[in-house]
């Protein structure tokens, strides 16, 4: 992965400084909290429901062993002995103090992480595909891309007050998997004439939340050398047009929908012929590709962590049967012959999805360095990932895993569903995900699910949707009801390669109905399925009229005139 150099290091340790002066000063009353508040949240400091929350950055997913350590150092010192995954690829602390968060961010500075730019409407963390550099289907190693877009974003002058939050993904691969078409901006990479210098497929305008909308297709093709000025281009377009008197409609996306995709494209393009003709065009140069590049010899840092290998013990016969469902499911071969991608899911009965122990993290920190390259990927699912694990390997791991609660043989399973925070910790939400993601989670035995096939269970307690709730096979999201906590159903969302968003099934539930919500629902399917068909193969092939017949079957709903209409219903 990328180390920071000096001039990286100077950076964030001057940061450190500056915010340190900034706390100071709002702590003795020099700065109100109108001031200080954009200073906060471009540090990553959230005021929360019950304590302040930092976001930390992981940059495009991406930790050493070391810094993971820092982080469940941090977790142990300063909250309560744990931190959040996100499905943004970062981790967050729930319960700091807000006196304490200098020492934080001086602390995450001696390791080369920050929480720069996590929050606050500027360019925010970038995300990538989590298997990069070792998955099959790569065509380009996003990484190295994703490195030299941070560079160019960190504390980027015309862009550090946007109309609102901008986040970006990059993806090489032949599947999708980090939703490109639900970003801000979203860049796919394709091989060009040259293996270092690819062609990039720009998307823009896509985006979540409140009004959730798919990226529209920029440029079919740009060349890697013009990448920066088509970013630039696309911001300075977007900063100079987007709405500042509305909150709501503030997004780029909300832009690129009322203007239009071929009028947003125009205003690019003489943005960039501006650019040239005052050469002012920001071009990349193969010497500066290759620098960054360099930083992502995977396989020689693998052959050099793992020798000696670990001794593992062979497999028992009670053993074999349940290691064999783990590494079906959990398990990916890597292009590079010998060495396999590991997922370690985070979703336990006992906890939060995406909540990991200081203990924990310290354990995988441990296996990441033993059995992988002493790098952990984190996952827009809210799990962790080791790569380059030596397939004789995988039985140690597998026992290490699961004695913590991390081998479960459940990833792109029932069970392996994405929750925000909520109500719990979130001052914005509406309603408590967690307590609904566990009883979703205790609905489905694990014998099950392998017989229920691929389906994703999002949660989200608002409309923000940080659950991503819009793209999951089932969408749960927590509203608001006269007071009382509803939740509302979509069904029918899918990421990857075909991204679409669900469609909502009718009035809202109670959060003691929706287990029975989600088991109808799955029932059905089982039900109605053909030989082979997964939940969404059946869904598209019947529509959704049958799953919500069944839903509302013998409730008062069942005769709402919403379930009447062809038009997608509000709770």
């Known amino acids: 992965m990328y180390r920071y150099d000096s001039w990286d290091q100077a950076l964030v340790q001057a940061r450190v400084v500056q915010y340190r002066d900034q706390l100071r000063r709002f702590l003795a009353g020099e700065l109100g909290e109108d001031e200080f508040r954009p200073l906060r949240l471009q540090n990553g400091l959230y005021v929360q429901r019950h304590a302040p929350m930092l976001r930390v950055a992981i940059p495009y997913g991406l930790l050493e062993a070391r810094q993971l350590r820092m982080l469940a150092d941090i977790a142990r010192r300063y909250d309560r002995g744990y931190g959040h995954f996100t499905t943004r690829q970062n981790i967050q602390f ?29 360019i925010r963390n970038l995300t990538t595909d989590p298997f990069a550099g070792a998955a099959p289907d790569e065509r380009v ?33 032949e599947e999708d998997r980090v939703l490109v078409r639900a970003h801000d901006i979203g860049l796919e990479l394709l091989p060009g004439d040259d293996p270092l210098l690819p062609r990039v497929r720009v998307f823009v305008g896509g985006g979540l939340g409140r009004t959730p909308i798919l990226g529209k297709l920029l440029y079919d093709e740009v060349p890697a ?5 088509v970013l630039e281009a696309i911001l300075h377009v977007y900063n100079r047009h987007g709405r500042r008197d509305n909150l709501y409609k503030a997004r780029v996306k909300i832009l690129v929908q009322a203007i239009g995709i071929d009028a947003f494209r125009a205003e690019v393009d003489a943005y960039r012929a501006e650019l040239a003709t005052q050469g002012e065009a920001l071009l990349l ?27 593992v013990a062979p497999l028992t016969a009670h053993e074999w049967p349940a290691f064999t469902r783990w590494r079906q499911r959990n398990v990916h071969l890597q292009r590079q012959p010998g060495y396999a991608l590991v997922v370690l899911t985070t979703k336990r009965a006992a906890s939060a999805p995406g909540d990991v122990s200081a203990e924990e993290m310290t354990a995988i920190a441990d296996w990441a360095e033993r059995y992988g390259d002493g790098e952990i990927r984190v996952t827009h699912e809210q799990n962790l990932a080791l ?3 030596r397939e004789e390997t995988l039985p140690g791991l597998w026992r290490e895993a699961r004695a913590l609660g991390f081998g479960h043989p459940s990833f792109r399973l029932a069970h392996d569903l994405i929750s925000c925070p909520g109500g719990d910790y979130c001052a914005l939400a509406n309603a ?32 923000n949707a940080c659950g991503h709730h819009h793209v999951g096979h089932i969408g749960v999201l927590g509203v608001d009801k006269n007071g009382e906590e509803w939740f509302q159903v979509t069904i029918g969302g899918r990421q990857g390669n075909h991204t679409r968003l669900g469609k909502v ?4 539930f109670r959060a003691e109905d929706m287990p029975r919500v989600a088991r109808t ?17 059946t869904l598209d092939r019947l529509g959704p009229a049958p799953f919500k017949e069944a839903v509302y079957a013998g409730t008062p709903a069942a005769r709402h005139p919403a379930l009447r209409e062809a038009a997608d219903v509000e709770a």
């Open 94 to 122: 729930n319960w700091i103090r807000l006196e304490d968060t200098a020492d934080i961010l001086e602390r995450l500075a001696e390791v080369g992480l920050h929480a720069i730019q996590t929050s606050g409407n500027c």
């Open 141 to 173: 190693d996003p990484r190295p891309w994703c490195e030299l877009i941070r560079q160019w974003s960190s504390f980027h002058p015309e862009f550090a007050f946007l109309p609102r939050k901008f986040k970006i993904a990059v993806h090489g691969a």
């Open 225 to 229: 050398e013009e990448l920066f000025t």
């Open 285 to 311: 140069t193969r010497e500066e590709i290759e620098r960054v590049a360099a930083h992502f010899d995977d396989l020689r840092r693998a052959r050099a962590r793992q020798t000696p290998l670990p001794t």
């Open 387 to 389: 790569a380059w694990v």
């Open 432 to 463: 408590r995900s967690i307590p609904v993601a566990q009883a979703l989670l205790a609905e489905f035995a694990e014998a099950e699910l392998e017989d229920i096939g691929p389906l994703s269970i999002n949660v989200s307690g608002c409309m």
């Open 505 to 508: 099934i009718g009035p809202a």
């Open 521 to 537: 629902l799955v029932e059905t399917y089982r039900a109605l399925r053909a030989p082979g068909e997964t939940f969404l193969d």
